[in-house]
């Protein structure tokens, strides 16, 4: 179990990179959505989207996860970040809208 346990001691690592380097994009969202507020501007830039997610594929190709899981795990990090920056517009409590119904319950 050696080897094992020095490989999960490699992530244990890795991880907390991970989570520092996230917290710190998080931090710059929050300035850009401040940023968005002051000019009036959409939290929402579908085209900004596309090239974060462009930019992100392109570089997927220096490892072993591929352009498409890269780009999941970069879908999610950003809706966290879109959430962060309604938080700076709107001054809500997690800067998640109300969920909507889920269709035929209810119903």
Known sequence: MGRLDELRDDIDRVDEVLVRLLNERARVACEIGRIKKDL???VYQPEREKQVLAHVRGIAAEGPLGPDAIAR????IIDEARRLERREIHGDGDGDPPPSPSPGIGD
């Open 40 to 42: 009036g501007i959409e």
């Open 73 to 76: 795990l970069f879908e999610r």
